[in-house]
């Protein structure tokens, strides 16, 4: 079974910086789209952010545009997918997830591939 693994959270004062890591599977890593995702309790999962295949194409939600860059890993030998994280706030506390899948879906639906997500805390 395909697992994506994402690292990097933790616990920051508002107006920090974080940045999450997302590791993904070899075989797929070239020809996916990488998205971020967040959720919190008792509200939809939310698409922050994703990223093309060879890093053609980026798409940042209204609410992380200007703070937050995704990017490709330029070292071949490591399969991974940042997400930077600057000036947080409050509203930015949430389950961080990666996902994979041929196609950069709008919706966060139908994503092929998920990782076990990592918490992310910002306090005022």
């Known amino acids: 079974q395909v697992r994506l693994v994402e690292s990097g959270g933790g616990s920051v004062q508002a107006g920090g910086s974080l940045r999450l890591s997302c590791l993904v599977p070899?075989?797929?890593?070239?020809?996916?789209?990488i998205g971020w995702f967040r959720q919190t309790p008792g509200k939809e999962r939310e698409k922050v952010a994703s990223?093309?295949?060879?890093?053609?194409?980026?798409?940042?939600a209204d609410s992380v545009k200007g703070r937050f860059t995704i990017s490709r890993s330029q070292d071949n030998a490591e399969n991974a997918v940042s997400l930077q994280m600057n000036e947080v706030t409050p509203e930015d506390t949430a389950t961080y997830y990666c996902?994979?899948?041929?196609?950069?879906?709008?919706?966060?639906?139908?994503?092929?591939?998920w990782g076990q997500g990592t918490q992310v805390t910002v306090s005022s």
């Open positions: 070899g075989h797929i890593y070239s020809r996916a789209c």
């Open positions: 990223i093309g295949a060879g890093g053609v194409g980026t798409y940042y």
């Open positions: 996902a994979a899948d041929l196609l950069c879906r709008i919706s966060t639906k139908n994503w092929s591939y």
